[in-house]
Nanobody
Framework: QVQLVESGGGLVQPGGSLRLSCAIS????????IGWFRQAPGKEREGVSC????????YYQDSVKGRFTISRDNAINRVYLQMNGLKPEDTAAYYC????????????????WGRGTQVTVST
């Protein structure tokens, strides 16, 4: 059974940076694509970024392109989301999720989820 645990969230000023980490256990990580999603209060959960199991492809929501970078280290079962140039509209709970092989922007396509980490961008 896949287990995912997010960390690295916090309070940061606009323009600042955070690095989120997703620790994965219970499975061979290189069989899974890993996605990052976020959900702000009163809004739908939305896809932020995804990385395929073999690192060959990465995907980003348009609003974060050029600011966020996703990476993975299969040797230590970690996926990271480096977030630079943070804006107040990036404020949300961030979740990592796993699905077999291929990325999807649809959160309904992911079977395993972490509990989330809060990111707040504010002065």
């Amino acid at each position: 059974q896949v287990q995912l645990v997010e960390s690295g969230g916090g309070l940061v000023q606009p323009g600042g940076s955070l690095r989120l980490s997703c620790a994965i256990s219970g499975v061979t990580m290189d069989s899974y694509a890993i996605g990052w999603f976020r959900q702000a209060p009163g809004k739908e959960r939305e896809g932020v970024s995804c990385i395929t199991r073999t690192h060959q492809s990465t995907y980003y929501q348009d609003s974060v392109k050029g600011r966020f970078t996703i990476s993975r280290d299969n040797a230590i079962n970690r996926v990271y989301l480096q977030m630079n140039g943070l804006k107040p509209e990036d404020t949300a709970a961030y979740y990592c999720a796993a699905r077999g092989y291929f990325c999807s922007a649809d959160h309904n396509h992911y079977s395993s989820w972490g509990r989330g980490t809060q990111v707040t961008v504010s002065t």
